[in-house]
Structure formats: C-alpha cells, structure tokens
Nanobody, 122 residues
Framework: QVQLVESGGGLVQAGGSLRLSCVASGRIGSINGMGWYRQAPGKQQRELVAGITRGGGTNYADSVKGRFTISRDNAKNTVYLQMNSLEPEDTAVYYC???????????????WGQGTQVTVSS
C-alpha cells in the first residue's frame, strides 16, 4: 500500500558529508511526522537521529546536533538528512520512518524504509 525508499548511503571518510533521501509512495492521503533512525553494528535497537513535523518543526539526537540537518518536501513526499562532519561513530544502517494516513481513509499507520548503509572510515 505504501512504500518508503531510502537512497544516498555509502562509504565516506571521517569529516565528510552524505545526503540521505527517502521518498514515500503509494496510497498516501497525508504524511504527518517523518524521521530518520539508525541501528549501529552490534546494537539491537534503533535510535532516533532526527524528526520533522509536517509544519517543519525538528528535533535531533544530542550526538548529531550541529552536524545533521533534516528537511522535507511535502509536495514530493520526501524527507532528507544532510549529514556533515561525519564520524566513525555515525556508522550504521539508517532507516526513514513516516506516520501516514492512507488515502480515502482515516487509517494512520507507521511505515519504515528498508534501510541504507552509512559507513564512516577513520
């Protein structure tokens, strides 16, 4: 019904930058909050990296404040994560998530992308 597809991951040296994108498609009525999570190697839980409301309000994990910027294009159903000054500790699989109301319904569900690998070498 709904798909989230991430892109933009890869291998980068410490201090470098990457920009992640996530496009939502399918039976979308409207998208509420969107966010980026990550799961580091050897860790079982995903942590919130950054979130953004439909109106543009943002919040960030303390570890990425000042380095990462989340943004969204509501017309394109897309959320971005600009990552600067990357550190080896940022190495993880990054997932986008979105709270979506399905079209022609009042049903609201949380959806996840398949993840994109970000590796930062020292």
């Amino acid at each position: 019904q709904v798909q989230l597809v991430e892109s933009g991951g890869g291998l980068v040296q410490a201090g470098g930058s990457l920009r992640l994108s996530c496009v939502a498609s399918g039976r979308i009525g409207s998208i509420n909050g969107m966010g980026w999570y990550r799961q580091a190697p050897g860790k079982q839980q995903r942590e919130l990296v950054a979130g953004i409301t439909r109106g543009g309000g943002t919040n960030y994990a303390d570890s990425v404040k000042g380095r990462f910027t989340i943004s969204r294009d509501n017309a394109k159903n897309t959320v971005y994560l600009q990552m600067n000054s990357l550190e080896p500790e940022d190495t993880a699989v990054y997932y986008c998530a979105a709270e979506i109301r399905l079209s022609s319904t009042l049903i609201i569900k949380n959806y996840w992308g398949q993840g994109t690998q970000v590796t930062v070498s020292s």
